[in-house]
């Protein structure tokens, strides 16, 4: 997919979808990306911790073939090279891992990159760096989902880059039915979500129900 598309999926009003098989109710990666690219998703991040490599590479080939039928942005978390290898639309990564430029330089110019943020002052290096297109916001609430999240930084770093911030982003951590229509009020228009859609045990309902309160 073209950059532009892959970023024009991503600046829509809508969901973004990011897989974890161990939350998954027992179905894998590659069911899961199925059945939330059928309800309608945009925009998929691949993103799982303990798997090897091999089997990585063999999941993310899959959810590649279904994404790009379909449409769908397909990114890939932390692993530069099954982006690359997969022909993902991009790339997300943390602040621990390689600095933005240097990703940047592998990856050239033709992916999303992505980067999450918990702060102020990591909101304005990415923006500054004018290498990344897309930040991560979070953990807005709680979350058990990621091991070594920080703390949620709750709405204030939330308003603090909805104000100051030009770069793109998506809200994350602890977003739920019943907390989704508010971060919309406060201006978010897309929504990280794993637990709640990939641990639903009917996804497409799940899908509707998430884009019916981002509709009231
Ligand atoms: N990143 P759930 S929070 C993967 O704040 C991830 O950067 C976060 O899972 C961040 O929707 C998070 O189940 C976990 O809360 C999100």
């Given at each position: 997919?073209?950059?532009?598309?892959?970023?024009?999926?991503?600046?829509?009003?809508?969901?973004?979808?990011?897989?974890?098989?161990?939350?998954?109710?027992?179905?894998?990666?590659?069911?899961?990306?199925?059945?939330?690219v059928e309800a309608g998703i945009k925009v998929?991040?691949?993103?799982?911790?303990?798997k090897k490599a091999r089997q990585m590479y063999?999941?993310?080939?899959?959810?590649?073939?279904?994404?790009?039928?379909?449409?769908?942005?397909?990114?890939?978390?932390?692993?530069?090279?099954?982006?690359?290898?997969?022909?993902?639309?991009?790339?997300?990564?943390?602040?621990?891992?390689?600095?933005?430029?240097?990703?940047?330089?592998?990856?050239?110019?033709?992916?999303?990159?992505?980067?999450?943020?918990h702060k102020p002052q990591e909101a304005e290096?990415?923006?500054?760096?004018?290498?990344?297109?897309?930040?991560?916001?979070?953990?807005?609430?709680?979350?058990?989902?990621?091991?070594?999240?920080?703390?949620?930084?709750?709405?204030?770093?939330?308003?603090?880059?909805?104000?100051?911030?030009?770069?793109?982003?998506?809200?994350?951590?602890?977003?739920?039915?019943?907390?989704?229509?508010?971060?919309?009020?406060?201006?978010?228009?897309?929504?990280?979500?794993?637990?709640?859609?990939?641990?639903?045990?009917?996804?497409?309902?799940?899908?509707?129900?998430?884009?019916?309160?981002?509709?009231?």
């Amino acid at each position: 997919m073209q950059k532009k598309a892959a970023m024009h999926n991503f600046l829509t009003t809508d969901l973004y979808a990011i897989t974890s098989e161990e939350h998954s109710l027992g179905r894998n990666n590659v069911e899961v990306a199925r059945q939330l690219v059928e309800a309608g998703i945009k925009v998929l991040q691949y993103r799982e911790k303990d798997k090897k490599a091999r089997q990585m590479y063999q999941e993310c080939l899959a959810i590649r073939d279904l994404t790009r039928q379909a449409g769908v942005t397909f990114i890939v978390n932390d692993h530069i090279d099954l982006a690359l290898l997969v022909e993902a639309d991009g790339i997300h990564i943390g602040q621990d891992d390689l600095p933005v430029q240097a990703v940047r330089r592998l990856i050239g110019n033709d992916l999303l990159l992505g980067l999450s943020t918990h702060k102020p002052q990591e909101a304005e290096a990415a923006a500054e760096s004018g290498v990344v297109d897309y930040i991560g916001v979070g953990p807005i609430f709680s979350t058990a989902t990621k091991k070594d999240v920080c703390a949620p930084v709750g709405f204030e770093y939330l308003r603090y880059v909805v104000e100051k911030i030009s770069l793109p982003f998506v809200a994350i951590g602890g977003i739920k039915e019943h907390n989704i229509a508010e971060l919309k009020q406060l201006g978010v228009s897309q929504f990280a979500l794993i637990t709640e859609l990939v641990g639903a045990a009917d996804i497409k309902q799940a899908v509707q129900r998430l884009r019916q309160k981002l509709k009231e």
